[in-house]
């Protein structure tokens, strides 16, 4: 039976995915569900379809695999689900100089943050053009603004889903298909545990998921272009930074993802 109104949203287990899904469901909208953690997810579709009344699909998937996208995909035409919004949230960092990080652990980033979410928006969108309805949300960060010192492929593969979210937005305008770089700056979710970013002061003013969550969708809603979440970070990264010296921003980028030493304190002998 086909769905409407399904939303499919990626790293829907916890943080930002999970806030767009209950948005989505209180809306009344069903969902498509995709995450690696199988039980996380079928709690959430156990309490949005008891408490909302909606058809939640769960997608057990690894996003790091070449051919996760395709099988999302050939699940949901198995199951006649028509996907109306594509929200591409799943992604994660590392920190750490580039030469010193293990290469499998970068190529897994692009995959999931770059390779994985051009797959699912290529799939998806063709049907959207050819209904001449539908909504993108690309999950993207405040970092797609400046190279990363410290987190150089993040940070290059955020700049990526910017971009590449734009062009299409622009691509596909005339098929009243929308495409939205929601780009945060600091999120309270699990990226920092998972990123090895304990110590990093960026994340100490860390906005709520819930908060990030709401704002994206209601710019996915209205077709905005780019969402950044935060007017101070808005006026520094498109009328400040741009006027700055390169190898200063460089520098203050580097600063910024530097962990910060606590000191030791000296142990006394009796």
């Known amino acids: 039976m086909t769905q409407t109104n399904t939303a499919l949203i990626t790293g829907a287990s916890s943080g930002i995915g999970k806030a767009l899904a209950r948005i989505h469901a209180d809306k009344g909208g069903n969902l498509v569900l995709v995450a690696r953690s199988g039980n996380k997810l079928e709690t959430l579709k156990s309490e949005l379809e008891s408490e909302q009344g909606i058809k939640v699909t769960v997608i057990v998937a690894d996003l790091s695999d070449p051919d996760a996208a395709y099988d999302i995909y050939k699940r949901t035409e198995e199951l006649g689900i028509v996907v109306d919004t594509l929200i591409n949230n799943a992604g994660f960092g590392g920190h750490g100089l580039f030469h010193e990080r293990?290469?499998?652990?970068?190529?897994?980033?692009?995959?999931?943050?770059?390779?994985?979410?051009?797959?699912?928006?290529h799939l998806y969108l063709q049907g959207m053009v050819a209904r001449q309805r539908g909504r993108i949300l690309n999950v993207s960060s405040t970092a797609s603004f400046i190279p990363g010192p410290l987190q150089a492929v993040y940070y290059a593969s955020k700049a990526y889903v910017t971009s590449f979210t734009q062009a299409i937005a622009e691509e596909v305008a005339e098929y009243q298909v929308t495409a939205t770089a929601l780009c945060p700056g600091a999120v309270d979710t699990g990226f920092v545990k998972a990123g090895n970013l304990e110590g990093v002061d960026v994340?100490?003013?860390?906005?709520?998921?819930?908060?990030?969550?709401e704002y994206g969708y209601r710019a996915m809603q209205k077709g905005q272009l780019v969402a950044i979440n935060e007017k101070g970070l808005d006026l520094?990264?498109?009328?400040?930074?741009?006027?700055?010296?390169r190898k200063l921003v460089l520098k203050i980028s580097r600063q910024g993802m530097e962990k910060k030493v606590q000191p030791v304190e000296?142990?006394?002998t009796s």
Request: glycine residues 0%; aromatic residues 4%.
């Open 102 to 121: 293990e290469l499998a652990a970068e190529q897994k980033m692009m995959q999931v943050n770059m390779v994985s979410l051009t797959n699912l928006t």
């Open 203 to 213: 994340w100490k003013n860390a906005k709520s998921a819930e908060s990030v969550a």
């Open 236 to 245: 520094m990264l498109n009328w400040i930074i741009p006027l700055l010296p």
């Open 266 to 268: 000296a142990k006394t």
